[in-house]
Structure formats: structure tokens, C-alpha cells
T-cell receptor, first 120, second 109 residues
Framework: EAGVTQFPSHSVIEKGQTVTLRCDPI?????LYWYRRVMGKEIKFLLH????????ESGMPNNRFLAERTGGTYSTLKVQPAELEDSGVYFC??????????????????FGPGTRLTVL | TQLLEQSPQFLSIQEGENLTVYCNSS?????LQWYRQEPGEGPVLLVT?????EVKKLKRLTFQFGDARKDSSLHITAAQPGDTGLYLC?????????FGSGTQLTVLP
């Protein structure tokens, strides 16, 4: 079974440009998460999709970031326009079924290899 | 804002030695997870602990969740070079995971 994949693995762009990151979760996983790790800091939560719906986007830093998951399969995270402080590694993770009455945090999250974004 | 402090930040030991990594917070978490990350890869879950005082063992790794569910430790017995990697703790509360900054472990042969 294929794991979580992310594309591209690296992206170097100039300040003000737009970048779109893609995440393909494990097939059949309802939950999809985006995280990022900026230089020297800890991994931070950005948002959580349950199928195609945004369950929690409280970690999104500002309105330059837009995440979508059309059809509840793959997800994209667009940064427009990119700023220097957006540089870091963006991770995607997925986990199995969603149940509102269940502690979903106990479902193992499988992480992708990350996309390293450098904004010059 | 919930914070998880990991210590030490870096640890370099000889093969066969024992070590303990700590994860501390002033906040209570409903669960605590430990991950290991290799260069160029994403974190991989090692264990989840949910009950205060819980101890879980995974071969040479022993994980403990503090009684008050604010802290956790990871103990490795007889470390091997294959244990080298970045170890991350992550606390679960509400609907999010809060990660610690990580402990970079290097086990020298």
C-alpha cells in the first residue's frame, strides 16, 4: 500500500510568487492534515480536513494560505503571495475513518516526506 | 498556547549506553505520542499513551506518561546506531497535536 505522497519535494520561489503544494493521502483515509516546520521551530498544525470539509483551520497563519480538498481525495495548499517567513518544510498526514464520538487523535497519522519550501 | 519542551535538544552517545529523553509541559494533554523522524522523511509514530502513569514498552524503548498527563519520557536501553534519528513528542488536546521541538539522537558505533 502506497504511503502519503507530497509534491514537489522541494520548491524555491521568490517573494511575491505563488506556490501550490500537493498531498495525496493513503487511499481511503478520511482525515488529512497539513503541518509545517519553519527553521529552528517545532512542527505546527495548520489544518485538518475530514473528507472534503475543513474540520479545523485554526492553525492557518493568515489569508495568504488556502487549502482545498476537492472530492475528498488529494489536497492542495496554495501560498499566494509567498513571503520570506513562509520558508520551511510542509508536511501532510492522513489517518483513517472519522467518527465524531471517537477520539480521532488515537488514529495513527501517517506523514508524508514533506515539501521543503524556500522563499527568496 | 500549549508548549511542549523536549530535552535534551541534542544527544550523542556510544553504542550500548542507555538514555532518557524528556517531554514537559505546563498543560494537560489527553494523549501523548512519540515519533521518530529520519532525514528526508516525515515523522513515524512509535507509541501513543493516554492514561496518566501509563508505561508502554516497545523492544528496547520504554515510554511513560506522567501521572498528571503533563509530561512524558522515552528511555532507550542499550542504544544501537540504528536508533539514530530525531525523536519528537506530540501532545493531543481538543482537535490538534502540539509537537515538541525534538531531540536529535546520534548513537556512535
Amino acid at each position: 500500500e502506497a504511503g502519503v505522497t507530497q509534491f514537489p519535494s522541494h520548491s524555491v520561489i521568490e517573494k511575491g510568487q505563488t506556490v501550490t503544494l500537493r498531498c495525496d493521502p493513503i487511499s481511503g483515509h478520511d482525515n488529512l492534515y497539513w503541518y509545517r516546520r519553519v527553521m529552528g521551530k517545532e512542527i505546527k498544525f495548520l489544518l485538518h480536513f475530514v473528507k472534503e470539509s475543513k474540520q479545523d483551520e485554526s492553525g492557518m497563519p493568515n489569508n495568504r494560505f488556502l487549502a482545498e480538498r476537492t472530492g475528498g481525495t488529494y489536497s492542495t495548499l496554495k501560498v499566494q503571495p509567498a513571503e520570506l517567513e513562509d520558508s520551511g518544510v510542509y508536511f501532510c498526514a492522513s489517518s483513517q475513518e472519522w467518527s465524531s464520538g471517537r477520539n480521532w487523535l488515537l488514529s495513527e497519522q501517517f506523514f508524508g516526506p514533506g515539501t521543503r519550501l524556500t522563499v527568496l | 498556547t500549549q508548549l511542549l519542551e523536549q530535552s535534551p535538544q541534542f544527544l550523542s552517545i556510544q553504542e550500548g549506553e542507555n538514555l532518557t529523553v524528556y517531554c514537559n509541559s505546563s498543560s494537560v494533554f489527553s494523549s501523548l505520542q512519540w515519533y521518530r523522524q529520519e532525514p528526508g522523511e516525515g515523522p513515524v509514530l512509535l507509541v501513543t499513551v493516554v492514561t496518566g502513569g501509563e508505561v508502554k514498552k516497545l523492544k528496547r524503548l520504554t515510554f511513560q506518561f506522567g501521572d498528571a498527563r503533563k509530561d512524558s519520557s522515552l528511555h532507550i536501553t542499550a542504544a544501537q546506531p540504528g536508533d539514530t534519528g530525531l525523536y519528537l513528542c506530540a501532545g493531543g488536546s481538543a482537535r490538534q497535536l502540539t509537537f515538541g521541538s525534538g531531540t536529535q539522537l546520534t548513537v556512535l558505533p
